[in-house]
T-cell receptor
């Protein structure tokens, strides 16, 4: 158990819908990262937040957005869902941002878009 | 953009055998990371390498940072059933872990 929690574990929805994935980082970790893992694209970095502020952006679609709240939990919002958005979404956290800080991954949320 | 390639894509080995896998890129990296992902779980960091030529061990796992800084290798000795999983190499873009790119993974199956 990495100490990072993600809810829900599974999510099934329809095209065009909007969903919110939630992540609670390890106690004391200030930085949260979101990744998408799909069969054809592998594990892709989406976005990073540090202490409530966006810090780094990867291959995140405009239909996707994230935020980190004062209690440090984070939410990833996916809207206008397409079939191709079906994937595992992982959240990871680290103590601080930058430097060689190990990221600890949560168990993921499996999103299925029908 | 920067991309990591891993080989082999999958391996089926007998328990007790040694395993070798590698990760290559056309880009130079300053850090190489090796992760393992088990079914239903997120990736877990196994080994981090910070210097060209560095050889680092973690139990039966040994990883090396290639001298050209464009590749890295992971060896597992005397494999056991719990070694089953997908092994990813990864490397941070730039000098921090803020943006980490992952290879496609090597899937390892161990036959008891």
């Amino acid at each position: 158990d990495s100490g990072v929690t993600q809810t829900p574990k599974h999510l099934i929805t329809a095209t065009g819908q909007r969903v919110t994935l939630r992540c609670s980082p390890r106690s004391g970790d200030l930085s949260v990262y979101w990744y998408q893992q799909s069969l054809d694209q592998g594990l892709q970095f989406l976005i990073q937040y540090y202490n409530g502020e966006e810090r780094a952006k990867g291959n995140i679609l405009e239909r996707f957005s994230a935020q980190q709240f004062p209690d440090l939990h984070s939410e990833l919002n996916l809207s206008s869902l397409e079939l191709g958005d079906s994937a595992l979404y992982f959240c990871a956290s680290s103590v601080v941002a930058g430097g060689n800080n190990e990221q600890f991954f949560g168990p993921g949320t499996r999103l299925t878009v029908l | 953009g920067q991309q990591l390639n891993q080989s082999p894509q999958s391996m089926f080995i007998q328990e007790g055998e040694d395993v070798s896998m590698n990760c290559t890129s056309s880009s130079i990296f300053n850090t190489w990371l090796w992760y393992k992902q088990e079914p239903g779980e997120g990736p877990v960091l196994l080994i981090a390498l910070y210097k060209a030529g560095e050889l680092t061990s973690n139990g039966r796992l040994t990883a090396q940072f290639g001298i050209t800084r464009k590749d890295s290798f992971l060896n597992i000795s005397a494999s056991i059933p719990s070694d089953v999983g997908i092994y990813f190499c990864a490397a941070p873009e730039g000098t921090s872990y803020d943006k980490v790119i992952f290879g496609p993974g090597t899937s390892l199956s161990v036959i008891p």
